[in-house]
Nanobody
Framework: QVQLVESGGGLVQPGGSLRLSCAASGSIFSISAMGWYRQTPGKQRELVARIMSGGGTNYADSVKGRFTISNDNAKNTTYLQMNSLKPEDTAVYYC???????????????WGQGTQVTVSS
């Protein structure tokens, strides 16, 4: 069993900051990448940021320069530091990771349960 557990969401004023965390636990052989997606009602889930196991990153244009993704491979944990938050950043944020559970198993993509981020005055 593999689980991704997010934490750190909440209510923040425009211009404020939040830090999200996502920890993967369970039977894990390897994780090739960890990412953050977000979704608002009526819209498709969109990629916010992704970090590869080797450290390479990519970001949505809308968050470049404001959000920073990082990870701790030893802890199977990824972080999303969100600065200069805007009301349009309001969404449910989901953690995502393609995980191999053993050296001979296939790669499956796992999702966290989501954490609400609300940016409002």
């Amino acid at each position: 069993q593999v689980q991704l557990v997010e934490s750190g969401g909440g209510l923040v004023q425009p211009g404020g900051s939040l830090r999200l965390s996502c920890a993967a636990s369970g039977s894990i052989f390897s994780i090739s990448a960890m990412g953050w997606y977000r979704q608002t009602p009526g819209k498709q889930r969109e990629l916010v940021a992704r970090i590869m196991s080797g450290g390479g990153t990519n970001y949505a244009d809308s968050v470049k320069g404001r959000f920073t993704i990082s990870n701790d491979n030893a802890k199977n944990t990824t972080y999303l530091q969100m600065n200069s938050l805007k009301p349009e950043d309001t969404a449910v944020y989901y953690c995502n990771a393609p995980i191999r559970r053993s050296s001979v198993s296939a790669v499956y993509t796992y999702w966290g349960q989501g954490t609400q981020v609300t940016v409002s005055s």
